[in-house]
């Protein structure tokens, strides 16, 4: 290793845009320790997360906070086959530290390597990150949006099966953490999935410069370290674990529908731009539709593609009080939608008006700068 920096690494990003293979490839370097995903700052609150560092104690409180950490009802440490012994006896004579608890529930300990955790869903806690673990050095896992969003509809655990759903997930998500990735541009690493498949030597030894340690070789064998970043019944993961093939990027022209990939392109336009993907769609204007879950997203997919055909972009929220100025669909959108749904729409735009809330129709908004 080169360089004096000794904080954590954290591989972040919305799922589905390639964290496992990064992983994998950082997995391969000598100086790092890589396990399967924690969850770490995505389940702890900080009441808890608090109570176990200061806990007198130690580590009394963070081996039960570790010990309940589950993902779709399988506790983590089971996953990564750490028994509460085990976590005992790594942490006893560790510092009190977020850090400390996250490196236990690693596979292997390695106490003189840096630790890199991945876990895509710490995208929305980066603020929390750097506040338990100051320094820490973040990658953006980045990938076009038309490939996220059908492989999202793919995977069992989404709760919707649309490409349209898991194109405004893909929305979703960098919009809630543009601002902290914008905070501290020193500390964030912003890589895409396309660049790393097309030529990966050169973009990891971009990455360990940012990593402040030299590139190696067996970087590229990601068949050689994926075991180690994949948890048992992971089986999604499979193919993400493999050998490199750069023709999983782009997938999305050959098996996807061309009104499907223009109605995911107006529904993540301006993000797409700022992260370097081309589009030719132009938003004639925009539709806001009111709080839409990924089943009712779903249920709508086929005349939001209908909509797209006329370059009509939809915009959603999942909050019911934005505090943005709210739109209700036009008349023309309402007679598109299934008639509960609209009914919904015109419920949630009578409550606004009760508590005088304003409402508006929306039009194309400035594009927003790049992303660095």
């Known amino acids: 290793m080169t360089g004096t920096s000794s904080t954590p690494v954290f591989i972040v990003g919305v799922p589905r845009s390639g964290t496992t293979v990064l992983a994998s490839m950082i997995a391969g370097h000598t100086g790092f320790v890589v396990g399967p995903e924690t969850h770490f700052f995505r389940t702890l609150s ?30 983590v440490a089971e996953q990564v086959h750490v028994t509460e ?15 400390s608890m996250i490196r236990a529930l690693t596979a292997t300990p390695a106490p003189d390597r840096l630790l890199a955790e991945k876990t895509p869903g710490h995208l929305a806690h980066i603020e929390r ?26 995977v069992p655990w989404t709760s919707f099966s649309s490409e349209i759903a898991g194109a405004f997930e893909w929305s979703k998500r960098l919009a809630e953490s543009e601002a902290a990735l914008r905070s501290r541009q020193d500390l964030v690493y912003n890589l895409r999935y396309e660049d790393l498949v097309r030529d990966p030597e050169l973009e990891l030894r971009g990455l360990c410069g940012f990593l402040r340690c030299d590139f190696e070789a067996q970087m590229l064998d990601v068949e050689d370290h994926a075991s180690s970043v ?22 999305w022209r050959d098996e996807g529908s061309e009104s499907g990939a223009k109605a995911v392109e107006l529904l993540c336009s301006e993000q797409m731009e700022s992260f370097g993907y081309e589009s ?10 009111l709080p839409l879950s990924g089943p009712a997203l779903d249920a709508i997919e086929a005349q939001v593609v209908a909509l797209a055909l006329r370059d009509v972009s ?15 669909a036009s008349r023309e ?30 039009v194309p908004s400035a594009p927003r700068p790049s992303m660095p």
């Open 46 to 75: 900080d009441r808890r997360l608090r109570r176990a560092i200061s806990d007198d104690r130690w580590p009394r409180e963070a081996v039960a906070a570790l010990m309940r950490i589950e993902v779709n009802d399988t506790s």
């Open 85 to 99: 012994a085990t976590l005992w006896k790594r942490l006893e004579d560790r510092p009190a530290t977020a850090e």
């Open 129 to 154: 990150i750097w506040r338990y673990v100051p320094g820490a050095r973040v990658v953006h896992m980045v990938r076009d949006p038309r490939d996220v969003a059908r492989s999202l509809a793919k």
């Open 230 to 251: 994949v948890a048992d019944g992971e089986h999604w993961k499979s193919r993400n674990a493999g050998k490199l093939v750069s023709t999983r990027s782009g997938a």
């Open 280 to 289: 030719d769609c132009v938003v004639d204007r925009r539709e806001l539709l």
């Open 314 to 328: 939809i915009e959603f929220t999942t909050r019911f009080l934005d505090p943005r100025p709210l739109g209700v």
């Open 333 to 362: 959108m309402r007679k598109l939608l299934p008639r509960r749904l609209a009914l919904t729409h015109f419920v949630a735009a009578m409550v606004r008006s009760c508590l005088r809330l304003p409402i508006v129709r929306l």
